[in-house]
């Protein structure tokens, strides 16, 4: 098999686990994890696209993507913060109050 | 005369009865605080007012078109125009419109000016005037326009004044069901009308005069045809011909000037005028032709005789006028257009003086109207009594009166033409006979033998006799318009028929043709008829106020049972039909159809809530779920 499909199962395979992650896991730090770990298989897949088209505009679009990742994790977590204080927890099972 | 008041002169015809209606319909008793404030003398004064000008601008358009044969016609503005679909309100002033026009606002002008004597014991009366001045609106509208389509706004506009005047009294029920009646019985017809319209601009992508008139396609014939005959079923609604008459008769319980304005010289004549008008159409039918003579025929002699029975002053003119329609339908049908309008306008001047005169005569009786309890009122009412002479006479056709002129040629015609006959005859003839009888009748049983019941004080005010004797003038004089062509034949003058002169560019003249009788026989003929049935009359109901023959009289005074058939036929199926639809369609459906509307969001809002558990995860999974069906739909596409 070649590289680049290895490296494309590879990439879905990633997402999937992120993908499970985010659904199956209640503790809120961890679904950010997943998210991370999606937002990263899509970064695996846009460079090996790069790679194999010969084009450098993936490569950059995974910079936009690290960058605007690092913004999410912090809003996530701050967010995260207030979310403990108000309900005691960050399991998403016990911060159903607002329903949506 | 200047350009811009000529060019312009059918919208202000139009317009001045309009600006009267807003005038006593919305100025006016906004001015008196309430409607029932109103003065019946400014109300009336401004209607009448307004009349009289359009009546004057009605006289200079006449006299515009002395001088030339084409229409003033008047683009006022495009109501639709999309793509092929153009519809534009034309304002078309021709010879017949003339015509029409002057009847409308000239014995409208007479008969407002009578309603404010009639009308002087009534609070709020301007809203009788603001329907009479909208009346003239629409049947004005109707009579210029130069489209069907706005003929038909002024023949519905027609229509609800009817059903507004008839009903004027409307706090007893037997006038809100008149009018009811009247209504209901017209829009049989009109929808007639309206799928005439439909099949016409189907046929010929126009409902303009003008241009229906090259579009009468021979390949067409059979739509052609059934449009004709629809068009004719609209006209008998209207005008009160077999089978759709009955609603005239119960329309007298409107005040009697609107009977003598609305119900005798102007809007039921709105079937004649369009037959006229479209002449072009029907004349491609000769069988249609046949029929509409026989209906006419018949009609003349069916009103007729129930005329004869009927106690009720205003009804006997009702079935009256019933009859002379009958009788410019059978003109129509024979072909001879013009004297169909030439009776027309006769008719118009001695129905609205005998209505009106009969207005008078229940004016002086106290709002009385049956004649059993009148008699004698010559010496009381004397104006009246010779006025209604005159009326009478017209009716009746004697020499010199203007009936004798237009009946007469009505007969002649139907004989010499190739669609009339004998058997066309004899029915005008004995309808001829008829309308002396049941004239003659009126006048012994109110005016002449014994007051019975010592009722009529009092001859009516000027307002109210004025109208009556220029109407008498009319009555009397007005036949020298169409005098025949034979008698100036025979004299070596040049031909006299001014009627047919003026109407020719508009209406072809009914060929000349030689009769088995000529025309100075037939006149004969018809004056011999209404002398005897005026002798018979007088002699019979000098002493009893009955038909001497019991079996008839049973028949007529149900008037042939005709209600009483249509009742069972159309109007008892109806109700049930309907009571049905309030029982079961109404309570069952419509009115809980609301409430399940209401419950069925309920329950399924219900079902819906447990979706929305506000657990962050379950959301995700749907929308992960909506996902991966989005790109299974479009991998699924793609390989198809």
Not at chain 1, 56 to 65: E, M, N
Not at chain 2, 38 to 43: D, K, L, R, S, Y
Not at chain 2, 517 to 523: A, D, F, I, K
Request: proline content about 3%.
């Amino acid at each position: 098999m070649e590289t680049g499909t290895l490296l494309h199962l590879l990439s879905a395979y990633l997402f999937c686990m992120g993908l499970l992650t985010l659904l199956l896991r209640r503790n809120t730090i961890v679904m950010l994890m997943g998210i991370e770990l999606m937002l990263n298989a899509i970064n695996l897949s846009f460079v090996t696209f790069a790679h194999e088209l010969q084009q450098v505009s993936g490569q950059l679009q995974v910079f936009f993507v690290i960058t605007i990742a690092a913004a999410e994790s912090a809003v996530g977590l701050s967010i995260l913060v207030n979310v403990y204080r108000n309900f005691g927890s960050i399991k998403t099972n016990l911060t159903t109050r607002m329903r949506g | 005369m200047s350009e811009p008041i000529l060019s312009s002169l059918p919208l202000w015809i139009l317009l001045l009865p309009l600006f009267g209606f807003l005038l006593n319909g919305l100025a006016y008793p906004l001015a008196a605080k309430g409607m029932g404030r109103t003065h019946v003398g400014i109300a009336g004064g401004i209607a009448t007012v307004v009349m009289f000008l359009s009546f004057i601008l009605a006289c200079m358009g006449f006299v515009a078109l002395r001088s030339s044969n084409g229409p003033l016609v008047q683009p006022l503005y495009d109501w639709v125009a999309i793509s092929d679909l153009k519809i534009s309100l034309v304002l078309h002033l021709d010879r017949l419109s003339s015509l029409m026009t002057l009847i409308i606002t000239g014995i409208g002008t007479l008969i407002h000016l009578y309603s404010i004597g009639y009308m002087s014991h009534e609070k709020g009366a301007a809203r009788f005037f603001a329907y009479l001045n909208l009346f003239c609106f629409a049947m004005l509208l109707l009579v210029l326009s130069d489209n069907l389509l706005f003929v038909f706004f002024g023949w519905e506009g027609v229509g609800l004044c009817s059903y507004l005047l008839i009903s004027y009294w409307y706090s007893e029920e037997a006038n809100a069901v008149a009018a009811r009646k009247a209504f209901l019985v017209n829009r049989v017809g009109d929808l007639g009308f309206v799928l005439a319209m439909c099949i016409l601009y189907l046929n010929a992508g126009t409902l303009s005069f003008s241009a229906l008139a090259q579009h009468m396609a021979p390949e067409a014939m059979g739509m052609l045809g059934i449009a004709a005959v629809l068009l004719f079923f609209a006209a008998t609604g209207k005008s009160a011909q077999l089978p759709l008459y009955v609603w005239l008769p119960d329309a007298m319980a409107g005040p009697t000037p609107v009977s003598a304005l609305i119900h005798a010289a102007t809007m039921v004549t709105a079937g004649i005028y369009l037959f006229a008008r479209m002449h072009f159409m029907f004349e491609l039918f000769p069988n249609l032709m046949v029929l509409v003579a026989w209906t006419g025929a018949l009609t003349a002699l069916f009103a007729g005789t129930i005329a004869l029975v009927q106690n009720d002053i205003k009804r006997v003119l009702a079935y009256s006028t019933v009859s002379q329609l009958g009788f410019m339908f059978l003109a129509l049908g024979v072909g001879a257009y013009q004297t169909a309008v030439f009776h027309l306008m006769t008719h118009a001047f001695f129905k609205a003086l005998l209505f009106l005169g009969a207005g008078s005569v229940i004016h002086g009786c106290d709002g009385e109207q049956d004649m059993r309890k009148m008699g004698g009122l010559a010496s009381k009412l004397p104006l009246t009594h010779i006025t209604m002479l005159a009326g009478s006479a017209a009716i009746i056709g004697l020499p010199v009166f203007s009936g004798f002129f237009s009946k007469d040629e009505i007969l002649y015609e139907v004989l010499v033409q190739p669609r009339g006959g004998w058997l066309l005859f004899a029915c005008g003839a004995v309808a001829a006979f008829l309308t002396a009888v049941y004239t003659v009748r009126l006048l012994v049983l109110t005016f002449w033998g014994q007051a019975r019941q010592g009722l009529g004080g009092h001859e009516s005010p000027f307002v109210m006799t004025l109208p009556l004797v220029i109407l008498a003038v009319l009555a009397t004089v007005g036949g020298f318009l169409g005098v025949p062509h034979a008698w100036t034949h025979a004299l070596g003058l040049e031909s006299m028929h001014s009627l047919s002169a003026w109407l020719s560019p508009v209406i072809p003249a009914a060929a000349m043709l030689e009769g088995p009788l000529s025309e100075g026989v037939v006149s004969f003929l018809a004056v011999a008829l209404g002398v005897a049935g005026s002798i018979v009359s007088y002699l019979t109901f000098r002493r009893r106020f009955d038909l001497p023959l019991p079996g008839l009289r049973r028949l007529f005074e149900g008037k042939f049972f005709v209600d009483e058939i249509y009742g069972a036929l159309f109007v008892k199926p109806l109700y049930r039909a309907g009571e049905w639809m309030a029982r079961v369609l109404e309570v069952g459906f419509v009115q809980n159809f609301g409430g399940w509307l209401g419950s069925g969001s309920l329950w399924s809002g219900q079902r819906m809530r447990a979706l929305q558990n506000g657990d962050l995860q379950a959301f995700a999974l749907v929308l992960t779920a909506g996902l991966v069906a989005i790109i299974g739909i479009l991998l699924v596409w793609a390989h198809v």
